[in-house]
């Protein structure tokens, strides 16, 4: 509610010519403090393994900074057994904090957006949970911002080795820049396009991609295409969360079997709902079939 509050006040005073603030970028700098991008990237915790298992259980969740009373609930439940995560809107306030420290065996890596100065400078960002060691992760600022706050969406990408395979999997989780043009948006998936060409092998790429209109929807199949993924066949994808019709949140694959991808439509633990999967990385033999 506070956050919610804090983005009201700063849409007022926008709208406001006659709000006299020192100066718009120094207001805004008092509010949030975006980090250079060589150093957005935190981990918490660590993982013992050093290598997923080829069949794969993982959650596709903006948590909306886990604010709602029942979002812990939900997540433990959902959690369980699960050894990937691809999170958005993620945020450091105690109750998420605690949540994933108490998960023993799986390590986090936070693509950190921006920090709250006013709440002891906590991160928000998207993130990748693993019940693996990575061999690699980074994070990768949009190059436009948003109006405002003036601050970027993170994208966090991983890469994963994977048991009695040769070959990484690469795992990207997407939180899609929202109040600002279909060019922008195509700006940050240009980022997204040259992590995925630069891996040989399969991939994961899912989130929240804010396609909240056919400008950007389009884009993004367009994207994937080019890519040689494919979007998951949703069981029930009717209750994602959508805009003017339009489903914001998608998982993409390349390489991988989707043995199922279903929505909780039932879930209250955030605005959006949380997409479950089931997957296996497959082998050479089977991609030939």
Sequence with gaps: MKHSLLFLALTVLSLNSSAELPDDTEFISRLFKVLPESHSLRSYSSAPARMLPQRLKAVVWNIKKAERTAWKQEFDRYAEGRDLFLLQEVYERPVFLDTISSMVGHQWEMGISFLYRQYGNAATGSMIGAAATPLEASVKHSPDREPLTLTPKATTVAKYDVEALDTDLLVISVHGINF????????????????????????????????????RTSSLHSLVRRLGLS?????????????NGWPLDHVFT?????????????SVGSDHRPILLDLEVATRARLRR
Excluded at 194 to 200: A, L, T
């Design 231 to 243: 979007e998951a066949a949703y069981t029930n994808g009717q209750e994602r969360m959508t805009f």
């Design 180 to 215: 600002e043009s279909t060019e922008a948006f195509r700006r940050q998936m240009r980022q997204v396009e040259g992590e995925v060409r630069k891996h040989r092998g399969p991939v994961l790429l899912a989130g929240d991609f804010n396609t909240w209109n056919e400008g």
């Design 254 to 266: 390349r390489e991988l079997v989707v043995h199922s991808a279903t929505v909780e439509g039932g």
